[in-house]
């Protein structure tokens, strides 16, 4: 079993920046691959970035040059550094950690970000 806590959400301008934190816990040693997710309302929760163990680091095109997803494996905590941030950005954030013995992906209880215009 994996935990995680997402934290970091809130209201900014248009402009802005945030920095959200998915804090890990349980059996992190089983985690690959994490990623961030959003869902804005009435609409399906799609990627934004993702990271795996070694690194490598996967971004959706409307994010890219704005979003940087980054994880500290000493603090068992992925982030993800938004900058410049527009209206459509606006969304619940989910963590999503992916486990491969068995394969399971567990997720985050999410984070509201709201960006102004």
């Known amino acids: 079993q994996v935990q995680l806590v997402e934290s970091g959400g809130g209201l900014v301008q248009a402009g802005g920046s945030l920095r959200l934190s998915c804090a890990a816990s349980?059996?992190?040693?089983?985690?690959?691959?994490m990623g961030w997710y959003r869902q804005a309302p009435g609409k399906q929760r799609t990627l934004v970035a993702a990271?795996?163990?070694?690194?490598?680091?996967t971004y959706a095109d409307s994010v890219k040059g704005r979003l940087t997803i980054s994880r500290d494996n000493a603090k068992n905590t992925m982030y993800l550094q938004m900058n410049s941030l527009k209206p459509e950005d606006t969304a619940v954030y989910y963590c999503?950690?992916?486990?491969?013995?068995?394969?399971?992906?567990?997720w985050g209880q999410g984070t509201q970000v709201t960006v102004s215009s």
């Open positions: 990271i795996t163990s070694a690194g490598s680091t």
């Open positions: 999503k950690a992916r486990v491969s013995t068995p394969i399971n992906d567990y």
């Open positions: 349980g059996s992190i040693f089983s985690i690959n691959a």
